[in-house]
């Protein structure tokens, strides 16, 4: 194979023209010093004409090759390594993980703790528990029971029970005056009486 | 809800005279049919954290107007009406209703009422397997509740009733399931044995003078009955006052708070809404709990202008 084809082909390679028959010829040329430096030459050539910093003696192909060889036989203590480094690996991705989740969970807490704590702020008047958030309060409203979540003491003086022993009351005075102390004839106020008395 | 689309997209030709004159009638025939007309029939009764299902028995012969009112599901809470006036009921179901005259009957007035509601005819519906005509009631402001009615086109009885909230949730539902106008016997609307004759507390004689009255109260409602009870809980007297606009109905009760430190409260249960606010007197605190089928804006808006005074307002 003549030198010039060799150098052609090199070009070629340079300029990412080169076909795979080139590629193979320069490749199989890999162990010719003298082709090394001609494509070290064309390297720089190449990175002046597009103005790139290089350093022109930096082989990195010979210095691995060298490296490689005058690396010692470990190949047995190889694979425990490579264990604790994927136990390294794992333990990075689920300290990760955890960081992530936390983070989202810290998120979340913030995001509805605002709301709590400025309702708090706005209204700390609300200490006894919302009828309408659910049917276990409104067995509060039936005399003799107490809601498991609205009963906190028995004290006589905590507001949770002063409007306890009361509202019920109140509620059946009001429902039941509307369906049978004005006179109406309509079923719905009787109705709305008889739901109040409801479990 | 869908109901509120419907009402947008009816709206244009619903504002047709010739539509409100029809649901004016319609009105007007509900407010003569309800103490004319003889029927049974079974309803349900949803609202937030409840739903029942009764039987109604009404008997009207000449002026005298019976009717029976009987729970389905749950417990067997029943009631006997006879003009107006509770015969016989079951335990607890009137425990609370005094005998008295209220100082204004409530009835439906259709004059009074367009002031506070407007009524439009939305159009045809069935409810019960019969014909009906749907009617939207709407309020002119927002201190009260719109509703749906469903009249029977027959009876013009209201089949049907949805209370709607501003935004057109749906708060409450009463609907007839099953309805049969006339062929009521006499043995239908008598009591059953659990029906136990009703000892109405007597009104007291004296005029209970109550010292006091309201601020401010949505345009239309009116003082309708005010009493004086222990209450339930103390030996405190506490005052009872009850509002109405024709439709809805408030009840505002204060109790002296004697020193208890207590904090303010709210509560709904379905369209019935509760505020107590502490307000602060010369003779020490009171505990004003306004409870009524208004929202709840309004309910604390009465609950802060309750006052205690001498220059009772209406009475």
């Known amino acids: ?199 | 809800m869908r109901v509120i689309p419907l009402f947008v997209v009816l709206g244009g030709w619903l504002s047709m005279p010739a539509f409100a004159a029809e649901a004016d009638l319609l009105m007007q025939r509900l407010a003569d049919a309800e103490k004319k007309q003889s029927y049974q029939g079974t309803f349900v009764y949803e609202r937030n954290g409840s739903f029942s299902s009764h039987a109604v028995w009404q008997l009207v012969d000449g002026q005298q107007s019976r009717e029976r009112l009987l729970q389905l599901d749950g417990p067997a809470a029943e009631v006997v009406i006879l003009n107006g006036k509770i015969q016989c009921a079951t335990e607890d179901m009137a425990s609370q209703v005094r005998e008295a005259t209220p100082w204004r009957q409530h009835q439906l007035e259709l004059e009074a009422l367009s002031k506070w509601y407007s009524f439009q005819v939305i159009g045809e519906s069935r409810v019960a397997g019969r014909p009906t005509v749907a009617l939207a009631v709407r309020p002119r402001d927002q201190h009260r509740y719109g509703f749906e009615l469903h009249l029977d086109r027959e009876t013009s009885l209201p089949l049907k009733s949805l209370l709607l909230d501003e935004s057109g949730q749906l708060l409450e539902r009463f609907q007839f399931t099953h309805f049969t106008p006339g062929s009521v016997e006499p043995a239908d609307v008598e009591g059953g044995a659990d029906c136990e004759p009703v000892s109405l507390a007597v009104e007291q004689k004296e005029l209970t003078s109550t010292k006091w009255r309201s601020d401010w109260l949505p345009d239309g409602f009116q003082l309708i009955d005010s009493d004086v009870r222990p209450s339930p809980a103390s030996k405190e007297p506490v005052t009872w006052l009850s509002y109405s606009d024709g439709i809805a109905r408030v009840s505002v009760f204060i109790e002296p708070l004697d020193g208890a430190v207590v904090e303010d409260a709210r509560s709904q249960m379905g369209p019935t809404v509760a505020v107590s606010k502490r307000i602060s007197t010369a003779g020490g605190d009171v505990m004003v709990t306004v409870i009524g089928e208004i929202p709840l804006g309004t309910a604390e808006r009465i609950a802060l202008s309750m006052r205690a005074g001498a220059d009772q307002a209406s009475q």
């Open chain 1, 1 to 199: 194979m003549s030198r010039e084809a060799l150098h052609e082909s090199l070009s070629a390679v340079m300029d990412n023209e080169a076909d795979e028959l080139e590629l193979r010829r320069v490749l199989s040329a890999e162990s010719d010093s003298e082709m090394r430096s001609t494509w070290s030459r064309y390297q720089i050539a190449r990175a002046a004409m597009h103005k790139e910093l290089i350093e022109p003696r930096l082989d990195i192909a010979s210095a691995v090759s060298a490296a490689l060889a005058e690396e010692p036989e470990i190949t047995a203590v190889k694979p425990q390594r490579f264990a604790w480094r994927n136990v390294g690996r794992l333990a990075v991705a689920a300290s990760v993980t955890v960081a992530v989740l936390a983070g989202v969970r810290l998120y979340n807490q913030s995001e509805v703790a605002g709301p709590q704590i400025a309702q708090q702020a706005a209204q700390p008047s609300i200490a006894v528990p919302q009828v309408s958030q659910g049917p276990a309060v409104l067995a509060g409203y039936s005399e003799g029971t107490v809601a498991p979540g609205a009963q906190v003491t028995g004290a006589e003086g905590s507001p949770e029970s002063w409007h306890e022993k009361r509202l019920p009351a109140y509620v059946r005075q009001h429902a039941q005056q509307a369906a049978f102390g004005s006179g109406s004839e309509s079923a719905l106020p009787y109705a709305r009486a008889a739901s109040m008395e409801d479990r």
